[in-house]
């Protein structure tokens, strides 16, 4: 477990500085646009994206601090969901079905998303900010249905901040552990992390799904 932990250590350093030397570019510009695209149909974590540029913010005092990270994240996760709703708006449920595979989004994956909109209704928007699978998905079924496009942006906009500031607020205070190698304290939040999302997705997407499937 111990090698494991530092395997995965070395790749996230050799990540993190890839990605610093991007922030190191394009700024919050490079958040935006990385959490647009985690937003839409590429599978890119978003618990990869906003912590290490919210520690570097932090660390710096650069582009325009931890705050503006936490901006920069949410207006880029509002444009990704934007494209996914009106994408599906305009095409309709059976493209989406489709076509959905070749980018990503196969058909259980949209009547996954079908049924959790129909579950928790629009406050749904909102808590599928903080859910794996779901968070990127969630655009297919309300632009199928045509939901109110300003109700769909406040409730993507706040989920999408509270969504980066968590994720900031970790970057601030696990990144110089990181740096300083004090693996129990990483372990420990990296694993508490795993546990309540995980507890998440599986009380309000997963048991929701099998139930759905049973009935």
């Known amino acids: 477990m111990h090698e494991m932990l530092l395997q995965f250590l070395a790749w996230y350093h050799h990540l993190v500085d890839w990605y610093l030397h991007l922030l190191d570019k394009g700024g919050c510009w490079a958040v935006a646009l990385l959490m647009a695209m985690e ?3 590429i599978p890119l974590p978003s618990e990869l994206v906003i912590p ?5 913010a ?11 990270v936490v901006l920069a994240g949410a207006i880029g996760s509002w444009i990704g969901a934007t494209v ?9 449920r059976p493209l989406a079905m489709r076509y959905g595979r070749f980018v ?11 049924q959790w909109a129909d579950q928790y209704g629009p406050f ?3 808590f599928s900010r903080l859910l794996p699978v779901v968070r990127h998905l969630i655009g297919i079924p309300a632009g199928i249905v045509r939901m109110d496009f300003r109700l769909y942006s406040l409730y993507t906009l706040a989920g999408s901040t509270l969504w980066c500031a968590v994720l900031a607020w970790f970057g601030v205070h696990i990144g110089p552990k990181i740096e300083s190698g004090e693996l129990l304290p990483v372990t420990l939040w990296v694993a508490g992390a795993f546990v309540v999302l995980g507890a998440m997705y599986y009380l309000f997407v997963h048991r929701q799904m099998k139930a759905r499937h049973k009935a």
């Open 39 to 41: 937003s839409s149909v």
């Open 52 to 56: 290490p540029a919210a520690h570097l």
């Open 58 to 68: 932090n660390k710096t005092q650069g582009m325009m601090g931890v705050a503006g």
């Open 84 to 92: 996914m709703y009106w994408a599906s708006r305009l095409a309709g």
């Open 104 to 114: 990503f989004i196969p058909p259980e994956k949209v009547a996954a998303a079908e």
């Open 124 to 126: 749904g928007i909102f």
